[in-house]
């Protein structure tokens, strides 16, 4: 039987998807009554209307603080933008998890009203189609329905338009639903996942299983810090509403101030932190920043309270492991004639370390299908029929179940990812490409790294929202907003037919991103995520990326090459206002990223179309590459000139209009230094795109 918290909170979704009928019905009520939830729940599910109706007799009548709807808007309209300029006011349409997308312009009351009684609707009918089997498996399925249908409908809250939406009020509401005045908030942090990720071993024994390990880390990754929040969540039995917010390594969940709870959360820390220590040793380590909030602080966050956090966490990571140091193995870490052939890492045997064979292992599973079943159990006995169990020390496990669903009476949490079956939904981009080996990428190109990340995205979230509208909420949908970008919209980016099945994504955590894909796809799989962005954040010119780019052959050990994008994303942020891209030690401004592929487009036109040849192409690049070597490039490059102007000239005179564009691009009196690199950079990818595998520029 469900516990006081699990029914609660069961019990409020059905209340909210109640009154949510009721206004899309067009009723005026701020209160939902045991006769409008035995009405609604009698049309809204096929069986006995009297078992839902027991879950919910505590919490009835429920009182609302609006009569009316509200319209949901984008929450990236309400970051402060310049003074001179302004988001574009965005409605977003009340549809699924599975697609976000916004009214043209703002809607009339009536025109939205018409569109949440569609929205609704769809709801219902979705609903009837559940059977009752027991409560918890109930829950499982409908709390996966509910967040699908009310991530992009607003929050009762008695204000026309807002950006909350009615899944992060729920959430919210349920953990002060027992009378709670407060709770432990737990804010977490997994500290060297960038290490962890690019832990391989380059060699002709490994090189058939990096591309596999890599995306298996990554998911990997992900498994585990939702781990630990699930943790969290079994030590205390308390259901999903409570774990408030994962993504990127990092984790927020909510503990009532019961009885014990401060003794238990110091326990449940501890068995944590022994088991990354006996399963990674020094190489991931957690730390943890805990206090006390109530439900108004939630409400009425102030931006100290993100600086309190990043403060404390900075604290914990400085005492890593602190609260196992007295039962530290020392056996543990002694060192081992075995080596794991694809990290070298000590190992029991001669083959492959417990982590690398669950890597590969899960990278197996999640290349079979686009959507997943997670299950995370705690029980000892547990023993999976379907799927792949991993475990965590003697802590528990999780299973992926690729389109299956595994046995919900078993497992205590369940997760969809890229669906919206059962338990939590997330999305997850998974995408690694043909084949997914990065010589079957390249196909005898060379290969691009891409390493991405959004600018000032820690200031966005401490003060980006005007003094009267900071609260927790808005830090929910913001977070929440940003990641499905990073996982569902890069998805969808990635899988364009134009790109042609060659983009590995490696990595997709909270902000951070890290792509493969062929080296003359680059600059046109930037410009598309770029867009994409600004249309997703409604235009706001606060939010943009700032991205470093390294060219590398297929046989490069894959931890240089990310290891020299990460210096180029360095580059392109240390310019003024970032919001840049750099590639040989060359920033670009993100807003000349539309017109470098338009140049690009033309340049093959010249070469595919016109007869540009390979010749005068490397000439022209030559000049280029030999005038940022010298102390006074551009002066250089203007020396440089007449030749070029002479060659250009000796072009057949049929070439007439291909002159005219050679010129017009190359041979300016105003050709300036941003020029200089500009084309030199897309020269370089226009040769990576003629020559293929025999390109042999020196910078590569």
Known sequence: MLNANWKNALGLMLIETAFLDCLADGQKTVRVEKEQLESFISNWFSFDKTILIALCEDLVPY???????????????????????????????????????????????????????????????????????SPINFYHRFFALFKKYTVNVAAFIGIDTHPIALF??????????????????????????????????????????????????SFYLSLLCDFIGYSLLNHFDLPYEFFLNSAGGKGSVAVP?????????KKIKTDIERMLFNSHHLKLSVSFAIRKVSQRHLFELESYRGIVIEESLSSSKKQKFSSIIETFNEAAMKAS????????????ENTYCKTCADVLAISEVITRGEELTLGYAFDDNYILTKGQTFHFGSMGCVIVVPLLEPDVSRCKYLVSVNHAKLGEVLF?????????????????????????????????????????????????????ELDFFFKRSLQAIALDAKYEGRVIVLYAGGDDLVIICPGDHVLLLLNDINERLNSYVCGNSKIHMSAGIEIFKPK???????????????????????????????????????????????????VAVSGLSKGLIYKIYLALEQSLGKKSPLASFYAEMPQLSYS?????????????????????????????????????????????????????
């Open 648 to 700: 250009i000239a000796r072009l057949p005179n049929n070439q007439i209009d291909l002159k005219r564009r050679l010129m017009g691009k190359f041979i300016r009196a105003d050709f300036n230094g941003e020029d200089l690199r500009y084309y030199h950079t897309l020269l370089a990818f226009l040769i990576m795109k003629i020559r293929k595998k025999e390109a042999k520029l020196n910078d590569y």
């Open 337 to 348: 004639a075995n080596r794991c052939k694809l990290c070298g890492a000590a190992t029991d």
């Open 63 to 133: 009182v609302f603080e609006t009569d009316s709807l509200s319209r949901l808007k984008s929450i990236f309209t309400f970051i402060n933008v310049l003074d001179t300029e302004r988001a574009t006011d965005k409605v977003i349409n009340p549809t699924t998890i599975e697609t976000c997308s916004y009214f043209e312009s703002s809607p009339e009351l009536f025109a939205y009203s018409e569109s949440i009684k569609r929205h609704v609707g769809v709801f219902r009918r979705e609903a009837r189609t559940l059977i009752w089997v």
């Open 168 to 217: 992060e009020q729920h959430k919210v509401q349920t953990v002060f639903l027992n009378g709670q005045k407060e709770v432990f908030l737990i804010d977490y942090d997994i500290s060297g996942v960038q290490s962890f990720l690019y832990e391989i071993t380059d060699g002709s024994a490994t090189k058939a299983n990096i591309a596999k390990s890599l995306r298996g880390r």
């Open 428 to 480: 997850y981009p998974i995408v690694f490409g043909r084949g997914g080996k990065f010589a079957e990428i390249a196909e005898e190109r060379n290969l691009a790294v891409v390493k991405m990340d959004i600018d000032n995205l820690g200031k966005i979230f401490i003060n980006g929202f005007k003094l009267d509208q900071k609260n927790y909420l808005q830090f929910l949908t913001l977070s929440r």
């Open 556 to 606: 490069t050990p894959i931890r240089l090459a990310v290891r020299f994008a990460e210096k180029q994303l360095e580059l392109a942020k240390n310019q003024t206002g970032k919001n840049n891209f750099s590639i040989m030690d060359h920033p670009v401004s993100n807003e000349r990223l539309r017109l470098m592929n338009d140049d690009f487009t033309d340049l093959s036109s010249m």
């Open 257 to 265: 101030c019961s009885e014990g709870a401060e003794e238990g959360i």
